[in-house]
């Protein structure tokens, strides 16, 4: 059907575009994010670590994190289009929630959530889910739902930020 194929084109483009931002973001923690880098790596421990196979692992680069600036908000608006939650829109994203968390479904980008790193700002995430959507996209959790079976152990975290830094150490089945 020719909708069907002009939908699944624009969501290609779509999905390159928000790629291509949470790049730009990624390189902007390194280029520009002083204060983000420094709370990664002080106030939550990650720095240079090795893997449980005893591999060297940048874990900020490798956890896929970013700092979101204020031009790259206003492309990220625009990019998400009808999935940009609109509520968010009060909260001073680029300025006091400066850490990016891409979320993933199946290998594509579902939504980020933003992190503030000072203690005083609450809460302290805000994300682009529509209310009531975030639950379906949990960590970790889709690719254990399909294979569950397989499955004897599974670890359960606090947060995606926790699960990243498990995963890229090489733990699996962090949910």
């Not at 204060?35 to 720095?47: A, N, T, W």
Request: charged share 30%; hydrophobic share 35%; with cysteine.
């Amino acid at each position: 059907d020719e909708k069907a194929l002009e939908r699944a084109k624009a969501e290609r483009e779509r999905q390159l575009s928000l790629e291509d931002i949470n790049n730009r973001m990624r390189n902007s923690l390194f280029n520009e994010g002083n204060p983000v880098l420094s709370y990664l790596k002080e106030v939550r421990g990650y720095k240079d670590e090795t893997n449980i196979e005893g591999e060297p692992v940048n874990v900020p680069l490798e956890m896929g994190l970013g700092l979101i600036t204020p031009p790259l908000l206003e492309e990220l608006k625009k990019a998400m289009g009808e999935l940009w939650n609109e509520k968010i829109n009060g909260y001073p994203i680029g300025s006091k929630y400066l850490l990016s968390v891409p979320c993933r479904s199946e290998g594509k980008i579902v939504g980020f959530n933003f992190r503030a790193i000072d203690k005083e700002t609450s809460p302290k995430y805000v994300n682009t889910f529509k209310t009531g959507e975030k639950g379906k996209y949990l960590f970790g959790l889709s690719p254990l739902s399909v294979h569950k079976s397989s499955y004897k152990n599974l670890t359960i975290v606090e947060g995606e930020i926790d699960a990243l830094h498990a995963s890229i150490l090489g733990l699996s089945n962090i949910v």
